[in-house]
């Protein structure tokens, strides 16, 4: 059915896909109607696989077929989002990247291929806090559409399993 190229660079694309799929998994705990062609505002639960008693929760933009067909753009969804990340348990933070780029916590994308949003988290050391980033990562164009969360540690019970760094 398929060419033997075709099928390589298929299975090739599948296996890259879910080598760079996220650990954390969303959970759409809300879907707020914005207008009445059927557009959305989505909210999703995100609970940190690397930080026990942390949940984020995103917002984004989820377009109608109508908009699609009266726009003209089948294929993607805009870059607007907003975060806000909590104390929702006793927190225990795993092994996580210390470094100033942090670490992908979650990936969804707003495209067929090209755009992506994700949320990173970077750990803050002089002040004691972790700080999640919304943004989208396009391939053509970057987007400085962003937004952050902050969760401060200072003064909280907080179980490093790898000592505090």
């Known amino acids: 059915m398929f060419q033997p190229a075709f099928r390589a660079a298929l299975g090739g694309l599948v296996?890259?896909?879910a080598l760079s799929a996220p650990a954390a998994r969303a959970e759409t705990v809300g879907k707020v109607g914005v207008d009445w062609i059927g557009n959305d505002i989505l909210i999703d639960a995100i609970a940190d696989p690397k930080v026990k008693g942390i949940t984020c929760h995103i917002t984004y933009f989820d377009r109608s077929v109508i908009d699609r067909l009266k726009n003209g753009n089948w294929f993607e969804d805009p870059s607007n989002n907003a975060i806000a990340c909590r104390q929702t348990g006793?927190?225990?933070?795993?092994d996580i990247?210390?470094?100033k780029g942090g670490e992908s916590v979650f990936r969804e994308g707003l495209?067929?291929?090209w755009k992506s949003l994700i949320v990173t988290r970077v750990y803050d050391k002089a002040n004691d806090t972790l700080i999640y980033l919304a943004h989208s990562s396009q391939i053509k164009d970057g987007s400085a559409k962003m937004s952050i969360s902050t969760?401060?540690?200072?003064?909280?019970?907080?179980t490093w399993t790898k000592g505090k760094p």
């Not at 969760?151 to 907080?158: A, G, S």
């Open 111 to 113: 495209s067929l291929i």
């Open 151 to 158: 969760v401060p540690l200072f003064n909280q019970p907080v």
């Open 97 to 99: 990247d210390l470094s």
């Open 15 to 17: 296996a890259l896909l």
């Open 90 to 94: 006793p927190i225990e933070i795993g």
